[in-house]
């Protein structure tokens, strides 16, 4: 649940040559390769530790979800994780301002004060992200994990084609042809063998999930030129009125839809569940600013077929060949969609 994309940050090796890295002792984590270049074993761990505890964890969402509902239904407020979710992303923006304000001080630029004018386009992306996240909970009535896990990247064709008509981004050759393997893949993993219907996912979960896809792909677009208008404003700023506004929204929807449940008091599925939802942003957040593209196309291709493995053992879910192929076929296209967005 990311409200802002993150800049991608290409990873430079270490050059060979007489300069002063060149010159390092060897070590345990400053190794040189035959080309001349050191490899950094100590930051190499780092990377593996946070694709393997994002791929977890992207796994778990659809998993989670699934066990918790009792006879189709969730007996617990899914608003008041999503509220809670919205409140430690604005506490931690506030955290990253206070270290900031700390070793810069309050300038015009990082200061919380604000002007109607600059906040008032917060409550759109705001309140596309809230029916986005709650969206997913209705999903995973109509489609089963492994199913949910498939068809939520979606997001990346309706975020590409958006870029493409409201901020005039050229995508590549690569990119198109990754659109259209994504479809290929996403329908390939619902076909029905021996079956009287030809798809597994009703037209009902394929309606939501391209609904939730396109919510995901507007706000992100809408945030990013809401950014780009504001350039010298700290991002933490930024987000932490996105994050304000996001509260609100979840408040109200607790007040219309869970209230009764909130006043039962907290369940250990709600924080479950709020566990699982922010986990992951702080692993891309804090934890891998310097190889976030690469490492999210990794954690995201293993999570889908890790999370059609845990289902067939925890739900009896149907290990088909078309699932397996088509799983393949989305995960080669996230990893093209990457590259051409790289080039």
Known sequence: MEYRKLKDQDEDGNGGGDDI????????????????????????????????????????????????????????SVTTSN????????????????????????TEDNRLSTTLDEVIVYPIPALLYLVKNLLQYYILEHVDAPGYQILKNLNIISTGVLYRIILKKKLSNIQWAAFILLCVGC????????????????????????????????????????LKKRPSRNINVQNFWLYIFGMVFNAVAIVIEDFDMVLNGFSLKVTVSFVQEILPWILIYYGSHD????????????????????????????????????????????????VGKQR
């Open 187 to 226: 329908t390939t993993t619902q076909l029905k063998t021996n079956s009287d219907h030809v798809l597994q996912t009703p037209v009902e979960g394929w309606l939501m999930a391209i609904v939730m896809a396109l919510l995901s792909g507007f706000a992100g677009v809408y945030t990013e030129a809401i």
């Open 83 to 106: 509220f809670m979710v919205e409140a430690l992303k604005c506490m931690l923006s506030l955290l990253a301002l206070a270290r900031i304000w700390k070793s810069e001080g309050v």
């Open 21 to 76: 890295e060149s010159r390092k002792p060897l070590s345990v984590t400053n190794v040189p390769t035959l080309g001349g270049a050191t490899v950094d074993w100590s930051k190499w761990k780092l990377k593996i530790v946070v694709v393997v505890a994002l791929t977890l964890l992207t796994s778990s969402q659809g998993i989670l979800i699934v066990w918790s509902k009792r006879n189709g239904k969730y007996d617990y």
């Open 291 to 338: 190889s976030q593209p690469r490492t999210k196309v990794y954690s995201t291709s293993v999570a889908m077929l890790f999370t059609a493995f845990a289902s067939y053992f925890l739900f009896g879910f149907n290990l088909s060949l078309p699932f397996i192929l088509g799983t393949i076929t989305v995960a080669v296209s996230v990893y093209l969609h990457a």
